[in-house]
Every structure is written in C-alpha cells, then in structure tokens.
C-alpha cells in the first residue's frame, strides 16, 4: 500500500510518500540534487516499490523548497533538520519500526554523512557527491587512467586509434590530465569523513564504475573502507543489470540491519 502524508521540519510542511510493507526494518530514501521523491522518470518510486513488496516499509520525502514541500531550498548541505524531521515522521507512521536504514545517492549521501547518519541504524551511500564547486567539471586522474586501462583492453577502441578515428586534442588533454598527481581530498570530503567519524552504526558504500561522481569519491576515501562497485553502471544505476545489482545491495543491507 503506497499513501501520501505531510509532516513538518522547523515550522515548514513538508510532504512525502510511504510504501508500507510488514517489515521492522524500514528505508529512509533521501532524494539527490532538486529532484523531487518520486525521482528521475519514476525511478526511485519503482525502487520504492520494490524494496516495499521484499517486506521492508520505504519513506520518501520533499525537502524544503523542493518538489510539494513548503519553504527555501537551501541544498544539501543544510538539509540535516529535514533529514531528522523525515526519520522522526517515518517512525511516528510505522511504530513498529525498529531498526531505519537511511540511503542516498551522489550529495544525499553526502548530506547523511555531513549529518553523522541523522539518526539512522545504518547508511547505504551511493556515488557520494565530493566536489567543490570549482572543481566539479574536473576528472580526478585516478579516474582517468582508470579509464585508459580499461581502453587498453579494447580491441575496439585501439583499432579506432590506430586508424585515426580518434580525435588527438581531446585524447592529449586527457593523457596530461592523467599524469597529474591525486589531489588532496575536497574540503567537503574531509567534512563528510568527520561527519561518520563518531558513527556507530554500519555503512555501505556503493560505486557506478562508469560515474565520475563515483570515481571521485572513491579516490577521495581511499582504503578507509570497503567500497561496492557495480562494473557497467552509470550515476544513476538506470541499467537493467545496475538496477538489479543496486536492489540486491539494498535488501542484503537491510537483511543484515534488521
């Protein structure tokens, strides 16, 4: 059963959407960028979905200033006050919750981990958003020689390029780009890893192997925990091969939560 509900954050009426299921394990889906809960062309409320009919009750919501919500959009960086405010209403609605798992991809992860989890048992974080705003057209060269080495394995691709089917400027750039040392880690990143430091509960990090967004975080946190990576996958997990592998990582995170 799928209903739609209001709930407040300081004053401010929010709106959001719950999928109900018998579970005491629930999902707190954190929406990305301006979308609004429902996602983009449906997604997450087909994700939503789905999670709900394997038993685990799924929350989605508008923050403020998005979507039907009321007030000012103050992206995500401020968004710990409705983070809280969604969890405490998601709890209010299903009582019989014991244990919410709260999840988020690119900078709703990041929100959840500039939170320290806001409240949630447990954080499932998806390609999370670690750019500042000057650098986020830039490639980290981890990212790029990454790329090079799985070109190297291209019978395709090296054909093309002895051929002169590839252009040289852009392929130049790119090479220079990838001689570069690794940058020192954003200062946004580095607020994210205090904002888990003291964190109890688990977390899961999960990376599109084909997102910049996602290379870039994983270069930024290093070794410092262990990362899964969806071979194939873009931002937004919309291949049908990445949509599977991304419910399989939420339910067994969940199964393991609860």
Same mark, same amino acid.
């Given at each position: 059963m799928r209903r739609h509900l209001t709930f407040t954050c300081e004053g401010t009426q929010l709106v959001a959407t719950l999928d109900e299921a018998p579970g005491s394990t629930g999902l707190l889906l954190?929406?990305?960028?301006?979308?609004? $809960?429902?996602?983009? %062309? +449906?997604?997450? &409320?087909?994700?939503? &979905?789905?999670?709900?009919? #394997?038993?685990?009750?799924?929350?989605?919501?508008?923050?403020?200033?998005?979507?039907?919500?009321?007030?000012?959009? +103050?992206?995500?960086?401020?968004? #710990?006050?409705?983070?809280?405010?969604a969890l405490a209403a998601f709890r209010a609605e299903c009582p019989r919750l014991t244990r919410v798992a709260g999840?988020?991809?690119?900078?709703? +992860?990041?929100?959840?981990?500039?939170?320290?989890?806001?409240?949630?048992?447990?954080?499932?974080?998806?390609?999370? %958003?670690?750019?500042? +705003?000057?650098? &986020?057209?830039?490639?980290?060269?981890?990212?790029?020689?990454?790329?090079?080495?799985?070109?190297?394995?291209?019978?395709?691709?090296?054909?093309?390029?002895?051929?002169?089917?590839? &252009?040289?400027?852009?392929?130049?750039?790119?090479?220079?780009?990838?001689? $570069?040392?690794? #940058?020192?880690?954003?200062s946004l990143a580095q607020e994210m890893a205090a904002g888990l430091e003291a964190y109890a509960g688990h977390v899961r990090f999960l990376v599109a192997d084909r997102d910049r967004t996602g290379q870039a975080f994983a270069a930024a946190w290093g070794n410092s925990a262990p990362i899964g990576r969806c071979p194939g996958a873009t931002h937004s997990f919309v291949e049908a091969d990445a949509r599977a592998w991304l419910l399989q990582q939420t339910l067994r995170a969940l199964q393991e939560l609860g």
């Open positions: 954190v929406t990305g960028g301006n979308e609004v $809960r429902s996602g983009a %062309w +449906a997604g997450q &409320a087909q994700f939503a &979905a789905q999670v709900a009919a #394997a038993g685990y009750p799924v929350f989605r919501f508008d923050r403020r200033g998005c979507g039907d919500s009321e007030g000012v959009n +103050a992206e995500f960086r401020s968004s #710990a006050p409705d983070l809280g405010a999840m988020g991809n690119c900078d709703a +992860a990041s929100a959840l981990m500039l939170a320290g989890g806001a409240g949630c048992d447990g954080l499932i974080l998806s390609n999370p %958003w670690t750019f500042e +705003a000057d650098a &986020a057209d830039e490639a980290p060269p981890q990212a790029v020689r990454s790329h090079y080495r799985d070109r190297l394995k291209d019978l395709g691709a090296i054909k093309r390029l002895l051929t002169g089917q590839v &252009a040289i400027g852009p392929l130049l750039k790119s090479l220079l780009s990838a001689a $570069r040392p690794a #940058a020192a880690p954003s």
